[in-house]
């Protein structure tokens, strides 16, 4: 996280928004960064960045779409691109991303939930 997602954003957020608060929203697997963690915090101190931590709450049927719709549908996109490396992921990512129509979530399928 530190080593290249950090990196990244110091790289490249851009400068107009730069005093204000980034949220890196991870998912609960254990293998993330926990949200309080010091050394990240550290990290994040030295970049002159408000770069916060936030799990992505546990099995939130508002966010499975986006999980499970969303980033496939985009994904599946990017994949049509070709990617000679990482940059150019990168870049590909970001145009799908730009030019995506939003509609197509509407397509997605989901299961509904009655509450009571």
Do not use: C
């Not at 490249?12 to 960064?33: F, K």
């Not at 099995?59 to 990017?78: E, H, I, M, R, T």
């Amino acid at each position: 996280m530190i080593g290249k997602v950090l990196k990244a954003f110091v790289q490249w957020w851009p400068q107009e928004l730069r005093g204000q608060t980034i949220w890196i929203q991870q998912d609960n697997a254990p293998s993330h960064v926990p949200v309080d963690d010091e050394e990240f915090a550290t990290a994040v101190a030295q970049t002159g960045l408000d770069i916060r931590l936030i799990n992505q709450p546990a099995n939130s049927p508002d966010l499975n779409v986006l999980d499970l719709g969303f980033f496939a549908s985009l994904q599946s996109k990017a994949y049509e691109k070709i990617s000679r490396n990482l940059d150019d992921l990168i870049l590909n990512v970001k145009k799908e991303f730009d030019n995506y129509n939003a509609d197509t979530l509407n397509s997605v399928p989901h299961t509904s939930r009655v509450y009571d």
